[in-house]
C-alpha cells in the first residue's frame, strides 16, 4: 500500500463528557497521527465547555443535547464519519479509531493501533497500556468483562474494557448496534470474535485520568458494572 493511499483512511472517534480540560490536547494530538484525517468529538451531554474547547483544537463536533451514553456515542461518531465519506465520494470508506477524551497529549502515541488494521493483519485492534494508572475499584468492572468474554468466545484479554480501538468500518457494522453505555467495548469484542473476525491487542503508551475512590467515582462504576452485566446477559 503506498503512503498516499495510507493517508486518507482512519477517521478518529473521541466520545466526550465534561472534559474541557483535556479535550484540546487530546484532539490536536490525535490529529497528527499518521493516517488519520478526520477527528470527530462527539460531546454527550456535556455541562461544561467541551465541545468549543474540541472546535477550537479542530475537531467536528457533534452534541448529544442529554447523556446517552458511550455505546451512543461512538455509533454517532461512526455514522458521521460515514456520511462525511459518502459526501467526499470515497472509494472506500475510512478506518474508524476510538480515543478517551482524556488522554490529552498521550493520544499521538496511538499509531501502533492503526497499522494492523491498515495492514490487513486485524479487523480490530484493542490498546494494552503499558502504563499502569491507579484503577480504585475499576478491577471489579474490569474481571466481569475479562471472564465474561472468555465464557462467550474462549479468549481472555489483557484489557477488556480499553476504549483505544481501531478497527475497519465492515467490522464495525458487523457489531452493530452497539451494546448500551459502558458496555459497549465488552458487546464489541464478543461479537467481533463470534463472528470469527480477527482482533488483536496491541501494546501502546498511552494514560488517560486516574480514576478515584470518592463518591463519584464509584457511582461511574457501579453504572460500568451494570452496563457490562446488561450486555454480557444477552450474550451468554
Known amino acids: 500500500m503506498s503512503e498516499g493511499s495510507r493517508s486518507s483512511d482512519v477517521a478518529v472517534i473521541i466520545p466526550a463528557r465534561n472534559e474541557a480540560d483535556r479535550i484540546e490536547a487530546t484532539v ?30 479542530g475537531a467536528a463536533v457533534i452534541r448529544h443535547a442529554r447523556n446517552r ?46 497499522d494492523p488494521v491498515l495492514a490487513g493483519q486485524a479487523d480490530m485492534t484493542i490498546a494494552v497500556f503499558t502504563t499502569t494508572v ?5 478491577g471489579l468492572v474490569v474481571g466481569l468483562s475479562g471472564s465474561g468474554i472468555r465464557r462467550a468466545t474462549g ?37 467481533l470474535l463470534r463472528q470469527g473476525l480477527r482482533v488483536a491487542e496491541v501494546e501502546v503508551d498511552l494514560a488517560h485520568r486516574a480514576t478515584g475512590t470518592g463518591l463519584r467515582a464509584q457511582l461511574h462504576r457501579a453504572h460500568q458494572l451494570t452496563d457490562v452485566a446488561r450486555a454480557l446477559a444477552t450474550r451468554l
Request: proline letters at 4%; aromatic letters at 4%.
Open 155 to 191: 479468549w481472555q484479554p489483557a484489557q477488556p474494557l480499553n476504549g483505544q480501538r481501531c478497527l475497519t468500518r465492515a467490522a464495525f457494522e458487523a457489531a452493530r448496534p452497539l451494546a448500551h453505555g459502558w458496555g459497549a467495548e465488552t458487546g464489541l469484542t464478543i461479537d
Open 28 to 57: 490536536r494530538a490525535a490529529d497528527s497521527l499518521g493516517g488519520v484525517t478526520l477527528v470527530i468529538v462527539v460531546d454527550d451531554g456535556s455541562t461544561d465547555a467541551t465541545a468549543a474547547a474540541a472546535g477550537r483544537a
Open 134 to 138: 491507579k484503577l480504585g475499584g475499576h
Open 69 to 114: 451514553g458511550k455505546g451512543a456515542a461512538m455509533e454517532t461518531g461512526a455514522e458521521a464519519a460515514r456520511l462525511l465519506d459518502q459526501r467526499e465520494h470515497r472509494d472506500r470508506p475510512r478506518h474508524l479509531l476510538f480515543l478517551d477524551a482524556d488522554l490529552a497529549e498521550t493520544a499521538a502515541r496511538a499509531g501502533p493501533l492503526i
